[in-house]
């Protein structure tokens, strides 16, 4: 069965630092984008980052740009979202969702249409 699981959300104060993880259960991540999503209380999903499957290509919105690194962990079929100096604006649910893109993966967005495998989802509170 096909399925991201993410974790690593918490509560940290305005500054602070969070590892979020989306591990890969069936998938080959050879052949998939993994893109990172946020959804905050009565706002639209947001892309905030993503990886190509062949590793090299990220991608960063401007809003976590130089804060945010995205990484992956080919042995464990894991993907990490780190995240420093976080705001209380970055307050949201926080998903990861896989992109089928085979041999193309030299590039990556964060198109929610695009994405057609997501996690269930990780809460990140930054608060003081």
């Known amino acids: 069965q096909l399925q991201l699981v993410e974790s690593g959300g918490g509560s940290v104060q305005p500054g602070g630092s969070l590892r979020l993880s989306c591990v890969a259960y069936?998938?080959?991540?050879?052949?998939?984008?993994i893109g990172w999503f946020r959804q905050a209380p009565g706002k639209e999903r947001e892309g905030v980052s993503c990886?190509?499957?062949?590793?090299?290509?990220?991608y960063y919105s401007d809003s976590v740009k130089g804060r945010f690194t995205v990484s992956r962990d080919k042995a464990k079929d894991t993907v990490y979202l780190h995240m420093d100096n976080l705001k209380p604006e970055d307050t949201a649910v926080y998903y990861c969702a896989a992109d089928d893109v085979g041999d193309n993966g030299d590039f990556c967005s964060v198109v929610d249409g695009l994405y057609d495998l997501w996690g269930q989802g990780t809460q990140v509170t930054v608060s003081s």
């Open positions: 069936g998938l080959n991540l050879d052949y998939y984008n």
């Open positions: 990886i190509g499957s062949i590793g090299t290509a990220t």
